[in-house]
């Protein structure tokens, strides 16, 4: 079981502060948008949903 990360692009100001709080390093910024790039590594604990004032972070248990 794992967890599918979706970042709304058009929602995403590239901030950063999922990079920041993400413990397993899912995220990074490529064109000044946040970018799920390991995804399989997603723990499934929502930080990035916590402090992500754009709203433009989802995450589904697959």
Request: glycine share 6%.
């Amino acid at each position: 079981m794992g967890y599918e990360v979706v970042v709304d692009q058009d929602k995403c100001i590239g901030c950063g502060e999922c990079v920041d709080v993400c413990p397993a390093d899912v995220y990074e910024i490529q064109d000044e948008k946040s970018v799920p790039v390991n995804m399989e590594e997603c723990l499934g604990c929502e930080s990035c949903i916590e402090v992500c004032e754009q709203e433009a972070i989802t995450i589904t248990e697959i």
